[in-house]
């Protein structure tokens, strides 16, 4: 399982964040922020070259804590997946299709009519399915 | 009791020294020799980079390092420790690997044999001193002379040989230094030579060392496989072989790791284990081996992480790893200022975050176990610390093997004087330079976000040091960014401490701002906390001391320093509000963008509390700009409930403004939007906002429709600051009567009527006309008010003066327009409005007028039978016939038309006058008359024949001369003129007479065939067929008794005329000239009317009796 799930708009402002310890979440959101570094650096620099079909950032940091995964739309909405350096299980694969999976559900979300674009993700669905994928229990 | 010991953690600096070569130099009195001193200060100065020595100035005096003794065997020997503290510092600065005597001696020196026992003496005396090393020992001689190279070769040579012998020196090492200009150059071959003799002193010494390896034995001395590989790679630095040097350097800390670690050594092998990694950590970067160093350095701190040695120690463990991390980003910043490349994800900036992480671990554990270590232990544990024999023991424990079982008193003792001297650490100094190094490189390699978190950390450690001040500081310059990117919840977490540090530092400046903003609908606070902090700047209102949220020492003394500050004379605190989100918005708009400038400018004002609580402002007001000053004007309210704001709630205020007519064409500009917050008599705060509203990242403004609103829907307003005065809008109207389109030429008129409804009089009443284009502007002209005024330039003013309400007013201008196309009027009106006061005001209209052509002229030029022509012939009579097609829309009325002639062509009418007086012509009508004329000379090119003129008007127009040059034809000259008289008509049996008339006009003589073919419709009588001669300037007549048959349009017999082909005249007149003459002369056809009733009348009939003369 993952310990924090983060969709980070394109203005990089926090559209949800959830993370598997309350007490822990100024600390993650820190430190999700800090991995915008990197996902903008990469943005800027390797996406002219790199396929851009290719959403998958792999790792951004890898701290003796945690590690972080970076996932960028088209519409460079970043997804962002925090992983304890304990756990072996996840490997890159189990990451990447948490991402797809993470992705799917959100373009469902933005597709009801009711959330404004733009806005934080607010949906409880939402945060359900959300939740369940950064437990691993689907 | 304070013992002063050096920091036992860091790495000691003969480690951290750049090994050089050492070489000692001794025979140099620098301190009276000049020449001695120009040579030790180059050698001194040269970059020991270069070089890779080191420079020594050795004297008599000095005292080296005694050799020890030679061990021949190990078999009993057990080492005590792994590094020895006075060994690298002992090869480093103290023992020489060269020693370099210098003498002056020149060749041919008087005294050279006493010299020379000198100079003998003096490397003898130096021998023995360095008795046991390896030391090389070299000679320089000093010469002032130099030495040409053919000069007395021989003796010079022995000399060399008498002094080798006499010292007792290898040739190769006696070196000759010429004193004179090229000393730089001298000792750069000098150092060269030294090196050569340094390195082959390593050598030999790691062969030394090596040779003792046989001795060994794994088990009891593997502290001596780490020691001497450490010695060889240092030998192999000190020789400047960096490779040599990694492969000794990787051998000792593979040996190291050999080694079991029990408590007591764990001290001594994670000190030895840093060295060590250290050292190859960094000739890894020197040899170009980042990515080596890299994971050789992350190899060692997996390593060693979980070696915590004492658990009362463990804040040693954390000191060292951070010390060890702190020196990996040392060493790799250094090389990336040699130039190493580094990426934003691999850098030093990351491993001095690393120090912090474990910095941060050594000050909670040093708090964790050395709470109650005041008091230092007695007798000193810790006494010679200074002075151990080797690296990372313990001074109550010395030389122990891990055999030896620890004594638990001494033991306890030396950690209770450990812990006690980690009490006395100020970790947080540690910890913020640290945050300093990181925040530094993380700016360097474009983090920005990480940068400001680590930022916020260092703001955090000074609050835990008890630094308000500073923490605020840096507090206060993240929050912009936090807020921009909208992460609220770490907004309201960085807010809620720096709040915490405005009220420790009695800043209510902040502190206000900060509540505001913590209040606000955006911050993440539990509600309980805003109901305190909301209750808590009530009190400041109220002139009382917050309460404290966080219990610290501290706030004592900032309940002082509030009570001094409340106490104070009551002062405004000016509050910059703009990029705040505070929980008071306000926007503010200008209900139009442009007011006239007698009407009301309407300001609008919303303001919202977005908080949990009710808030009561003091007041409202705006500064409103124009170009010059800055008005404030304040909401005026009924009752002080208006400016109460429940939860949530917006309110609308409207302030009304009367431009100042000086502000016309002028902007006005809302600078700022105050909010009085306080008590009058207590602290006021004014707090500013730009009036935009503070939505910094607003979604677009479609959307926003999606959200719920309140009842004024303040987040779809959007602000409006500017606004611009603009003259009163005139409510007169104003008519231009005229009959497009216009004609080009004539005096087009336009009326322009101002009809009014107005209750005012006007003043200074004035037109301004113009045309719009300025590339039309040549070929329109205007007059006003009647055409016989003058012409006008542009811009046409028309001062019209002053009006009474009753008045109408009307100006009439005509235009006129040479050619056609658009023609584009700007009528300005403005006048004073005489109102109370007098207002300028004006109006601006359009008057766009097409210009056509009002006819199209033609002319046809034709014989006199009206037969086309192509050419005039001199004398010949021809017709002119202008046609006038009207292409206007309206009607036209020609009134005269007149053709003058040119010289050369001649009238032919009995009198002139037009034919078209009167003739009214309508769109697509034409009107065409005749004039006749003939040319009297010849001319090749058409000749002009005359200008036409021609007065028109439309109906009720203005008469208008259109002037038309008319061409002809070129002109010709034939000798002979034909003209025939014919009746009007015939009868039918009736004899009529035609009589032909040819006439030279020439001066030759011309002769001609005449014949006359017959015709169905006529009996003739005449010649038929003869010959004429006719003399120059002479008429032969011709004629013929015609006796119509039929009735009808008949042709006419014709007449032929032929030049005969025995002709002796020239080619003056040809077939062709003659058959075009009888073409345009002659008429083909008569009309022969039916025979009369009684008997016709033959007035023209040739006689009979003449008919016979004939013949």
């Known amino acids: 399982m993952a310990i924090c799930v983060a969709i980070i708009g394109k203005d990089n402002s926090p559209k949800y964040f959830a993370c598997s310890n309350p007490d822990d979440e100024i600390n993650l959101q820190y430190k999700v922020l800090s991995s915008l570094d990197v996902i903008e650096e990469k943005l800027n620099t390797a996406n002219k070259v790199t396929d851009f079909r290719e959403l998958f950032l792999g790792t951004l940091y890898s701290l003796e804590s945690h590690k972080i995964y970076g996932y960028v739309t088209n519409t460079k909405i970043k997804f962002i997946i925090v992983v304890d350096s304990t756990n072996t299980a996840l490997r890159d694969n189990e990451i990447r299709s948490m991402f797809r999976k993470i992705h799917s559900i959100y373009a469902d979300n933005i597709c009801n009519p009711f959330h404004i674009p733009g806005e934080p993700i607010t949906s409880k669905s939402f945060h359900d399915k959300a939740t369940s994928i950064m437990f691993g229990t689907v | 009791m304070q013992n002063v010991i050096p920091d036992q953690h860091a ?92 003498y002056d001696l020149d060749w041919n020196d008087p005294q050279w044999n006493e010299k020379m026992i000198e100079c003998a003496s003096r490397v003898q005396s130096i021998r023995v001193a360095l008795e046991g090393r390896n030391t090389k020992l070299s000679v320089v001689l000093i010469q002032n002379h130099s030495v040409n190279p053919g000069d007395d070769d021989s003796h010079q040579t022995e000399r060399v040989n008498a002094l080798c012998t006499s010292c007792e020196l290898n040739p190769n090492s006696l070196f000759v230094l010429p004193h004179g200009d090229h000393l730089q150059g001298y000792a750069t071959r000098l150092a060269g030579a030294f090196n050569d003799l340094a390195q082959n002193y390593y050598h030999t010494e790691i062969r030394n060392v090596k040779s003792h390896r046989e001795h ?32 000794h350097y990787t051998h000792a800390y593979n040996n190291l790791l050999e080694i079991r670690i ?62 060890q991390n702190q020196v990996f980003g040392d060493i790799f910043d250094e090389a990336v200022k040699l130039g190493l490349p580094a990426v934003q994800t691999q850098h030093p900036g990351l491993y001095y975050q690393q120090a912090v992480h474990h910095a941060t671990l050594r000050k909670k554990a040093c708090e964790d176990l050395c709470k109650g270590s005041n008091v230092y232990p007695l007798p000193d544990p810790l006494e010679g610390i200074a002075t151990m024999d080797f690296y990372g023991q313990r001074p109550w424990r010395p030389g122990k093997m891990t055999s030896d079982p620890p004594d638990p008193q001494v033991e306890w003792n030396g950690i209770k004087a450990l812990q006690f001297l980690e009490n006395q650490v100020n970790h947080s100094i540690i910890i913020i330079t640290l945050y300093g190094l990181a925040v530094a490189q993380f700016k360097t390699y474009r983090c920005p976000r990480t940068r400001r978190f680590l930022v916020v950390q260092m703001a955090d450690e000074y609050y835990n040091s008890g630094d308000y001040g500073k923490a605020l500081t840096l507090f206060s310059h993240m929050l912009w960014d936090y807020r921009s990117e909208c992460w609220w919840s770490l907004l309201s977490h960085i807010l809620y401490k720096a709040l915490q540090c405005a009220f420790l530092t009695a800043r209510i400046d902040d502190y206000v701002i900060f509540t505001l903003e913590l ?27 917050p309460e404290a949220i966080v219990i610290l020492p501290e706030i004592k003394k900032s309940r002082v320093l509030w009570k001094n500050l409340l106490g104070e004379a009551p002062q405004t605190y000016k509050l910059e509000m703009n990029n705040i989100v505070s929980c008071l918005d306000c926007k503010v708009r200008f209900q139009e963008e442009k007011y006239q400038v007698d009407g009301l400018v309407i300001i609008e004002i919303l303001v919202r509390n977005s908080s949990d609580f009710q808030i009561t ?149 004035i037109f301004e006309i113009s045309l719009q284009d300025d590339d039309v502007s040549d070929t329109t002209e205007f007059k006003q008010m009647s055409l016989d005024n003058e012409l006008e330039k542009l811009p046409i003013k028309v001062s019209l003066g002053d009006i009474s309400p009753s008045d109408q007013c009307v100006t009439v201008l005509y235009m006129r327009a040479f050619t056609t196309g658009e023609r584009n009027l700007q009528v300005n009106v403005s006048f004073n409005l005489h109102n109370d006061d007098l207002i300028p005001s004006s109006m601006e209209e359009f008057i766009h007028v097409s210009v056509v052509k009002p006819f199209d002229f033609s002319t046809k030029i034709l014989t006199t039978h009206f037969e086309e022509l192509i050419k005039h012939y001199v004398d010949e009579t021809f017709v002119i016939m202008p046609i006038i097609n009207c292409l206007s829309p309206w009607p036209l009325v020609i009134e005269n038309t007149e053709l003058d002639y040119h010289d050369n062509v001649h009238n032919e009418d009995v009198s002139i006058s037009s034919q078209l007086i009167g003739c009214e012509v309508s769109n697509g009508e034409t009107a065409s008359e005749i004039y006749m004329a003939n040319t009297s000379k010849v001319s090749d090119s058409p000749i002009l024949i005359g200008n036409y003129t021609i007065h028109w008007k439309r109906a009720n127009g203005e008469s ?62 005449g010649h038929k067929q003869f010959q004429t001669t006719i003399l120059p300037g002479d008429r032969r007549k ?65 006689k009979r009796c003449e008919m016979i003369n004939l013949n």
């Not at chain 2, 004297?59 to 009993?76: G, H, I, L, T």
């Not at chain 2, 780490?226 to 630095?237: I, T």
């Not at chain 2, 609908?521 to 009190?539: A, D, G, V």
């Open chain 2, 262 to 323: 029990v408590d007591t050594n764990a001290m001594e092998i994670r000190t030895v284990a840093g060295f060590i990694n250290y050292k190859l950590c960094r000739l890894m970067f020197s040899l170009n081996l980042p990515r080596d160093a890299i994971s050789q350095f992350k190899a060692h701190t997996e390593r060693f992480k979980t070696r915590y040695g004492f658990q009362e120690l463990s804040f040693e463990h954390h000191a060292w790893m951070a010390l």
């Open chain 2, 960 to 1021: 208008t001369i259109t002037k038309i040059p008319i061409n002809g034809l070129i002109v010709d000259f034939i000798p002979l003129d034909l003209s025939v008289s014919l009746p009007a008509y015939g009868l039918v049996r009736t004899p009529l007479l035609v009589e032909y008339q040819l006439k030279n006009k020439s001066h030759h003589l011309i002769q001609l065939d005449v014949s006359v073919e017959g015709s169905e419709a006529f009996m003739f009588a």
């Open chain 2, 1038 to 1102: 011709l004629k013929y008794n015609l006796y119509p048959l039929i009735a009808g349009s008949v042709s006419l017999p014709r007449l032929v005329l032929s030049v005969p082909e025995n002709s002796t005249d020239g080619p003056s007149l040809r077939q062709e000239h003659l058959n075009s003459l009888l073409h345009r002369s002659l008429p083909t056809h008569i009309y022969v009317m039916p025979q009369m009733k009684g008997q016709p009348e033959l007035t023209n009939v040739i």
């Open chain 2, 11 to 102: 790495f000691p600096p003969e480690l951290c020294a750049k090994p050089l070569s050492l070489v000692g130099i001794s025979g140099l009195d620098t301190r009276n020799n000049a020449t001695h001193k120009s040579i030790w200060d180059v050698f001194g100065n040269t970059k020991t980079d270069v070089s890779g020595l080191n420079y020594k100035l050795i004297d008599n005096a000095y005292e080296f390092p005694v050799v020890k003794p030679k061990r021949n065997s190990y078999e009993w020997y057990i080492p005590k420790g792994i590094l020895k503290k006075n060994w690298m510092e002992k090869h480093l600065n103290k023992i020489p690997a060269v020693m370099v005597i210098f």
């Open chain 2, 519 to 545: 209040l606000g609908s955006k911050s993440t606070l539990p509600k309980s906390q805003k109901l305190q902090i909301f209750e808590n700047l009530n009190s400041v209102f109220r002139k009382q001391c």
């Open chain 2, 617 to 765: 402002l003091l007041g409202i007001s705006i500064s409103l700009e124009n170009y010059v000053k800055n008005t404030e004007i304040c909401v005026e309210t009924t009752t002080n409930q208006d400016f109460c704001f429940a939860a949530g709630q917006v309110k609308r205020f409207i302030i009304e403004y009367k431009p100042n007519p000086a502000d016309i064409n002028k902007e006005l500009e809302i600078s700022s939007v105050h909010l009085y917050l306080g008590h009058m008599q207590n602290p006021l705060f004014d707090l500013q906002f730009n009036g935009l509203g503070n939505d910094i990242k607003s979604i677009p403004m479609e959307l926003v429709h999606f959200r719920n609103c309140e009842s004024i829907d303040f987040d779809n307003i959007k602000a409006l600051l500017k606004c611009s005065v603009v003259p009163r809008h005139s409510k007169l109207a104003m008519h231009f009567e005229h009959a497009k389109p216009a004609l080009v030429g004539e005096w087009y008129k336009i009326r322009i009527n101002l009809a009014d409804s107005r209750d005012y009089q006007v003043n200074n009443l």
């Open chain 2, 216 to 247: 060994l034995q794994k088990q009891t001395h593997q502290y001596l496989f780490v020691r001497h590989q450490f010695k060889m790679g240092f030998l192999s630095e000190l020789k400047q072989d960096l490779h040599g040097a990694h492969k």
